[in-house]
């Protein structure tokens, strides 16, 4: 009707599907909804971060060749405690691209309004709660996306005569309340979060970085190169030796 609106998008990469590879990939669950139950035997994570870069990392970080990675892993770390890392994982990224939208738009939320699968699990929801500081609140129809594009179709054909319309017949499930109380603390972890984020790009470009070393030594003619261990100093010996390697072994950073 002549008015323009405007939409923020944050695409992450993996979310619900890190729920998934429990169950598939691990086998530590048999139905995706069994990942609350299964958090629910555990207080807290028990220091453990999963960062499910499975397919890289989406916004705010656009990085696709950063891989997944676990850490804080112990003796006493067990399923349960893997399967709370994977919720807070979820609410750390939505957090995170939340935090971007809000910086780029200067608007500060007020709620956020969940939908899907994922959004019938209470902890999660919880825990979104509690990191963004602001109610969350879940409908009864879930399948958002579907609503919408029935509000888009039902708007055109008079069915609701205006947006106003269709605002007033969405029905609320249940507004999860942020936790004041413990908002320092859930900082505390989305930091910890952010600093595991910190460590996983580097590293991983480092590895990729002697990969392509290793890979172009291999193209050289006649030379034939096994590597034990790496060391920059050893590979800039090896690139000064050029084609006249036959054989080079690293080991410890010593040729």
């Not at 035997?41 to 656009?62: I, Y």
């Not at 997944?68 to 994982?89: C, M, W």
């Not at 942020?178 to 470009?205: C, S, Y």
């Not at 590979?235 to 000064?240: A, G, M, T």
Request: glycine share 12%; proline share 3%; hydrophobic share 45%.
């Amino acid at each position: 009707k002549g008015v323009t609106t405007y939409a923020t998008e944050g695409a992450i990469f993996v979310t619900g599907a890190a729920v998934q590879w429990l169950r598939d990939g691990l086998g530590i669950i048999d139905h995706s909804a069994d990942v609350e139950s299964l958090a629910a035997t555990v207080d807290d994570s028990g220091g453990v971060v999963f960062v499910p870069a499975l397919t890289g990392l989406g916004s705010p970080w656009w990085d696709s060749e950063a891989r997944g990675a676990i850490f804080g892993i112990t003796r006493g770390t067990t399923k349960a405690h893997l399967a709370l890392a994977t919720l807070e994982s979820m609410a750390f990224q939505s957090r995170d691209a939340i935090d971007a939208m809000c910086v780029a738009t200067g608007i500060q939320l007020r709620t956020l309004r969940v939908d899907g699968g994922a959004s019938g699990n209470d902890r999660l929801m919880q825990m979104q709660a509690d990191q963004l500081g602001i109610p969350v609140e879940r409908p009864v129809d879930r399948e958002t996306t579907a609503l919408g594009a029935a509000f888009l179709a039902g708007l055109a054909e008079g069915v609701w005569p205006d947006l106003e319309a269709v605002v007033a017949s969405r029905a609320v499930d249940r507004i999860f309340a942020p936790n004041t109380e413990l908002k320092p603390f859930a900082d505390i972890a989305h930091q910890q979060w952010l600093d595991v984020g910190v460590v996983i790009k580097p590293h991983q470009r480092r590895v990729e970085r002697h990969a392509d070393d290793t890979a172009r030594f291999q193209a050289l003619q006649g030379v034939q190169i096994g590597v034990v261990g790496h060391h920059g100093n050893a590979f800039e010996n090896i690139r000064r030796l050029g084609d006249g390697v036959q054989h080079a072994t690293v080991v410890g950073g010593i040729t």
